[in-house]
């Protein structure tokens, strides 16, 4: 146990530095474009891209590190099916996403004019392409994972956060706010090749195309389905704030996005290195029949987040105000407009840690339906239901309540579940 802890930690390290530069990415938007429509389409374009990258690439390699463990097939072969299977896909859903750049954007902007429009776009547009190369990068990095290359895979993230924020902000001056659009490319890129070569440089498998869907490439995408569906639930939460936030006037998109993003950076330092060391040996640990290590995990995991992130959500909900002046160095108009939202969104802190948490042992257990179930009732009911019920009154902090409120409902409904039926 020790030694996972160790392992976590090393994890948790590279992580922070990643997620400051991934977080310095927002901070630099706020401090070069505040709460402007510019920085709501940056905001904007970069969250279907997104998307995908967390919905399709967290589910074809959940699914993949589930199946690997107990495929009964030559597991190099295995491999390049699987790898072939993720990149046809991520490249038909990029293609028919950009088919429908229109009617997407659409959707987020009701009102915008001809050069605000035409901004949006082509931020979109350099965006979108990088989805394919993200979606591919997650699964290498699943790779390396099972065998144990966990630092490998937190490198690339790190590469990948430092060069978007520093293409960003370096060539901004040149290309306006598109720099950050030709960020998200090159650093896709560049996080793909350093995956690639980690993969050659270890000797851990081929990934020359290899086509057809025998048993457990089928198998795969049974597994991989529900747990789409239950992360494009979650993930929704964030696309849900782009449409609701989207009539409530300038500024209110980017608002609701910095709030977010302070208050995920804590949980996402946490969670990200506890799922990437974790859920491989959950699964392993599930085949073997182990269940009081994974009894073990799942009390330990949960006591040290109430730790963490409990002190953590009082000091951001104190001291809201001058964090975000600090963090951002907005003026007066940006800062009456996001600190209320913050505050909400910080109450839902703990929740949004222990739901994914709470998820990957139902993953691990082969039980990816309940999870999505759970996430159905909260966030495209309650979730929808509170932001659309109090919008009028009370605007932007209509949809963080509606974040904390359903994550708390899914917290209790995944936590209760999981005692009932496995004893965690």
Known sequence: MSKLFKIIGGVAIINILARLFGFGREVVIGRQYGTSTVADAIATAYTIPNFIYLVLGGALTTAFISVYHSSKMDKPLFVRKAFTTVVLSATLVTVVIIALTNPILHLFFKELNEEDYTLVRNLFLWMMPSSIVLVMSTWMSGLLNINDRFQLSSLAILLYNATFVSIGFALTKWLGPESYGVGAMVSAVLMGLFLYWGIKRADLSSLKPSFGMPTDIKRMWWLALPILFGGASLQFYFVIHRIAAGGLGEGAISS?????????????????????????????????????????????????????????????????????????????????????????????????????????????????????????????????????????????????????????????????????????
């Open 256 to 424: 609701i996005n910095y709030a977010s993003k302070l208050t995920g950076f804590p949980q996402a330092i946490l969670m990200t290195a506890v799922t990437t060391v974790i859920y491989p040996m959950l699964a392993k640990k599930e085949g073997e029949g182990d269940t009081d290590m994974i009894k073990k995990l799942y009390k330990k995991g949960m006591l040290y987040m109430v730790v963490l992130l409990v002190p953590t959500t009082v000091f951001c909900y104190i001291f809201a105000e001058p964090l975000i002046q600090l963090v951002f160095g907005f003026d007066e108009k940006s800062i009456i407009l996001t600190v209320p939202v913050f505050k909400v969104f910080a109450l839902s802190m703990f929740f949004l840690a222990a739901n994914t948490y709470i998820t990957r042992f139902y993953y691990a257990k082969g039980n990816s339906i309940m999870p999505i179930i759970f996430s159905l009732i909260s966030v495209f009911g309650i979730n929808i239901g509170i932001i659309y019920a109090f919008v009028d009154q009370i605007g932007a902090q209509a949809i963080a309540y509606g974040t904390v409120i359903s994550a708390a409902v899914n917290f209790l409904l995944l936590a209760g579940y999981a005692r009932f039926k496995w004893k965690l």
